[in-house]
């Protein structure tokens, strides 16, 4: 049987394009249901509090800076989406006098604007401006690692991809959008060699950093969460750190606070992950085939997934 449009932009691959069993087995999944998700290699952690959990995701880059020396370099790859926990890192750093001058950290991506070039920093919507201003230019300056300790995919994509390579990632940290992204890996158009099925997930895995077109539903997704809805003021294609550096992370933590994906995301790519189903119609799931992984939500996230008049 052939696989369905999709229900979002019937030119390209998605969630909506999936079995619709397993998609209804998600969305049945009780918050109990998603901690017994976890197996070896996929952990799943509940927070309570959202103090506790914007913590606990501060508290990873500190661990990570922990494990660099100028012998053995080390880092973490985090996002933006959520931020929350970036004026925390600098705090900790801050309150804690830790030293973390050794330590190196990589940037997920970055917008690339109408002329084909990142945005520049100055950019309202900077990925690069948000990580300087909520994290790194509040860390003292006796304290903060250097310039050239910062990596953002911004320039010469090869080379930020080799750092990886010189420079070991302890962890790649994570959001998720709606469509079930990591970074911006988002779902390939369908045309093509992709128009009946989707990349196989070993394709889609060989996928280093890059530039990339934005599947609609990010660009919705992000015009609510950082344009008050004015979809003409998000770009269309972003730079993003690929599976292939993904892959030289020791470990992927993705964090779900509950505002970038729903009740029924944050369960279909645990499901598909527990359970082992890669598909590169939701890049979250390709993570199943990675050898440490972690979900981490915020319990009040989890919600249900009702069908109800609001």
């Known amino acids: 049987m052939p696989r369905p449009l999709s229900k979002i932009a019937p030119g390209w691959w998605d969630f909506t394009t999936l079995d619709q069993q397993l998609l209804d087995d998600a969305a049945k999944l009780s918050a109990k249901d998603i901690e017994q998700l976890a197996r070896p290699g996929f952990r799943v952690v509940i927070y309570d509090a959202r103090e506790e959990f914007f913590l606990a995701e501060a508290l990873e880059y500190l661990q990570a800076w922990k494990e660099s020396t100028p012998d053995n370099p080390a880092g973490l790859c985090g996002p933006i989406g959520p931020t929350e926990q970036l004026p925390l890192v600098a705090r900790l750093v801050n309150e804690l006098n830790w030293d973390v001058r050794d330590g190196h950290f990589w940037g997920m991506d970055e917008w690339i604007g109408d002329d084909g070039r990142p945005v520049p ?27 050239s300790h910062l990596h953002f ?82 770009p269309m294609r972003a730079a993003t750190v690929g599976p292939r550096e993904t892959w030289k992370a020791e470990k992927v933590s993705i964090w779900h606070p509950g505002w970038h994906d729903n009740a029924f995301g944050m369960r279909l790519t645990a499901l598909m992950i527990s359970k082992r189903i890669a598909d590169s119609a939701v890049p979250m799931s390709l993570l199943a085939d990675h050898p440490q992984v972690q979900f981490n939500f915020y319990r009040p996230a989890i919600n249900e997934v009702v069908l109800e008049m609001h």
């Open 153 to 234: 995919p911004v320039g010469d994509l090869a080379a930020y991809s080799k750092s990886y390579d010189g420079i070991r990632c302890v962890v790649m940290q994570g959001g998720q959008g709606e469509v079930k992204h990591w970074a911006f890996n988002d779902p390939p158009r369908r045309e093509g060699a992709y128009r009946d099925e989707p990349p196989s997930p070993a394709e889609s895995r060989k996928l280093a950093a890059r530039a990339t077109d934005l599947h609609p539903l990010t660009i919705m997704q992000n015009a609510r969460t950082s344009a008050g809805g004015q979809l003409s003021l998000v």
């Open 121 to 147: 920093p100055a950019h309202p919507l900077s990925f690069m401006k948000a990580d300087k201003e909520l994290c790194f230019d509040r860390i003292r300056p006796e304290l903060r690692m250097p310039e």
